[in-house]
Each structure stands twice: as structure tokens, then as C-alpha cells.
């Protein structure tokens, strides 16, 4: 500034310094307000699209959240088998037998010695196609080991891996079943009644070495809280899922214990004599 400026002249300047730096200064709030206005729309727009997806994620269904389900499963839970035995395949125009089991229940044991070998007369004539639906409501009865899930996800695991044995290995899994209330077999022992059955020895040590658990843990627990919950699988006095659970083209079929009703029902053969029934497991 001048020295020479008159006292007016130095007022008006030191106004005009002064009004330059409100300037400035109400610029500098601007830009702040400008950024916090930014930051706090940002951080608006990141909660509704949290709110968004964690509302998504509640509308999934139980299955929709399962990361890995098995080749060729069918209503969620089904692993069909046709004429050839594989994990996958259906006959065409064919009945369906839905089975639930536990491959822990001793009644789908029973189930097994009683209509098994009939089963696959008809699943390899044509004449049905049979869906093994593996769940598991009885860990509690394998002493911590959790067998029945397992087992499960073994199931599950040779049906994507190696699902031309995949009957087989079901069959074979019956045949080799521990008592209830036991440890059940261990993952090496799964694995060793796999190899037997036919299943590849590369896809059997994905049994031993816990890979079929991993992948398929999550899907054996929300098959069975899916069957839990479908009013055409529960038993209707209970409400519960007990196994096995039969049911044929969709309607609740309890006379399977009967020797030669399953064929008869499917087929029209004549039925064998009646035995006593056991209770399903729950």
C-alpha cells in the first residue's frame, strides 16, 4: 500500500482487502459445505444400497442362499435316477418315487431290504424313476460325529462327481449302514464303500479328505430344513420330517413296508403278504 495514498484512499483499500478476503473465505466455506454436502449424500447412498441388499438377501429362499447344490438335483432337494443309475436322469412318463432318508435311520433301512431290490426292477424297466432326497435329522444319534450329514454330502458329492454310481453307492451305503447311536462309519470308511460301489478313486478321496463335507454341508442342511417344511413330506400328525418319507407322483405313500405294495402301486402287480410297520425316525 501507497504511502502516499489519503486517508480515505488507504479506508477504501483496506475495505477492498477486506471484502477480498470474506471472499475468499465464503469461497473456502462453500467448497466445505460442497464436500460435506458430498460426503454425506455418499454415505446416504452407501446405507440405502446396504439396506438394499441385506433386504435382498432376507427375500432369498432357504436354497437360493446354497452356494453349491449337486448336478441335476430336481425340486430343490431330489437327486432322480433312471434306468441307468445315474444321478441326474429320469424315465420319461414314468412315476416318481420321491424317498427322504437319513442314512442313519434304521426304518430306511428297513425300507431298503424291503423294496430296494424291486425299486431297481422298475427304475430299470421304465417303469419309475426313483429321487433320493439325502437329509439329516439324526446327527444327534451318531455320538458328535455328525454321521447322517456326512454321509450326506457324500451322497451329494458322488452324484456331481461321479453320478453314473451314484445308485450304487445309495445302495451300497445301505448295506454297509452302522447301528443308530453309534459313531458311525468314519470319512475313510465312506470313502472305501464309494470305491466299492464303482465311484472313481480320485472322486472317493474327496470323501477322506473332507472336500464333500465342505462343499455339500450347506445343501444337506437346507434340503432338510426345505423338507421340514413342505406339508406334502412332514408327517401329518406330527408335523415333523421323519424318514423315510414316501411319496409317489406326489401323494404320501405309507404302505411301503408291505412287501410287493410299492410295485403294485407303481406297476399294478400283485401285492405280497403284510407285515408289521415300523415307525418312521424322527
Not at 466455506?29 to 440405502?48: A, D, P, T
Not at 423294496?115 to 439329516?136: C, K, L, Q
Amino acid at each position: 500500500m501507497s504511502t502516499n495514498q489519503t486517508k480515505a484512499q488507504r479506508r477504501d483499500a483496506a475495505r477492498a482487502e477486506a471484502l477480498a478476503l470474506q471472499k475468499k473465505q465464503q469461497a473456502r466455506e462453500k467448497r466445505s459445505r460442497l464436500i460435506v454436502l458430498g460426503l454425506l449424500g455418499l454415505g446416504v447412498i452407501v446405507l440405502v444400497v446396504a439396506v438394499v441388499l441385506i433386504f435382498m438377501e432376507s427375500q432369498k429362499t432357504t436354497m437360493e442362499k446354497v452356494e453349491n447344490i449337486p448336478a441335476g438335483v430336481v425340486q430343490e432337494t431330489g437327486i432322480p435316477v433312471g434306468a441307468d443309475g445315474a444321478a441326474g436322469t429320469s424315465n420319461e412318463g414314468a412315476k416318481t418315487l420321491d424317498v427322504y432318508v437319513d442314512y442313519m435311520c434304521p426304518i430306511c433301512g428297513q425300507f431298503e431290504q424291503t423294496n430296494s431290490a424291486s425299486i431297481t426292477e422298475m427304475r430299470e424297466a421304465g417303469d419309475v424313476t426313483f429321487v433320493v432326497h439325502p437329509v439329516s435329522i439324526l446327527d444327534r444319534a451318531s455320538q458328535g460325529t455328525e454321521y447322517s450329514t456326512r454321509a450326506a454330502s457324500a451322497a451329494a458329492w458322488v452324484a456331481d462327481r461321479a453320478p453314473e454310481q451314484f445308485a450304487a453307492f445309495h445302495d451300497a451305503m445301505f448295506a454297509s449302514q452302522p447301528e443308530e447311536n453309534t459313531a458311525g462309519l468314519s470319512d475313510e470308511q465312506i470313502a472305501q464303500v464309494a470305491e466299492q460301489a464303482g465311484v472313481p478313486a480320485d472322486v472317493a478321496a474327496g470323501i477322506t479328505d473332507g472336500d464333500a463335507m465342505d462343499t455339500y454341508e450347506e445343501w444337506v442342511k437346507a434340503a432338510t430344513e426345505v423338507a421340514s417344511n413342505d406339508p406334502d413330506v412332514v408327517n401329518p400328525e406330527t408335523g415333523q420330517l421323519g424318514t423315510p418319507s414316501v411319496l409317489l407322483d406326489g401323494e404320501r405313500f405309507t404302505d411301503w413296508q408291505t412287501p410287493g405294495a410299492l410295485t403294485q402301486a407303481i406297476t399294478g402287480e400283485a401285492a405280497g403278504s403284510e407285515e408289521p410297520s415300523p415307525s418312521p425316525s424322527e
